[in-house]
């Protein structure tokens, strides 16, 4: 046992146990299919980045890319052999959502369902968490 400061630190044996973490982003079906489509037409595109900006009359907004590297602090998440990379910014409010790929008769776009936002604006492009 060690003592620094006041504060103790000691060092137990043994195996620690593993709990299963959730994903940082989960994909519907829609989702997965349209994000293969997409990165299939783009040659040089690996996965597709999720980022957040400051943006809009809430806050943030969600950004796009395509991307050819990962970069040292992107989260990844692998589904249905697509790739997906998180920016470091976007982990913590991205995080339990899902990506959803949505088409009606006047449009189609990947609409995220996030337990962390606390508003939107009123045509749902910004958040505030």
Known sequence: ??????????????????????AALTLTNDAVNRIRVLLAQQNDANALKIGVRQ????????????????????????????????????QLSLLG??????????????VFRNPNIKGTCGCGESFSI
Do not use: H
């Open 1 to 22: 046992m060690s003592k620094l400061g006041g504060a103790t630190a000691r060092v137990v044996k043994g195996a620690l146990k593993l709990r299963q973490t959730r």
């Open 55 to 90: 943006k809009g009359c809430n806050g943030l907004t969600y950004t796009l890319e395509y991307a050819r590297e990962r970069q040292k602090f992107d989260e990844e998440v692998e589904q249905d052999g697509i790739k997906v990379w998180i920016e470091p910014k976007a």
């Open 97 to 110: 959502s899902e990506m959803d790929y949505v088409t009606d008769k006047l449009s189609s776009e990947f």
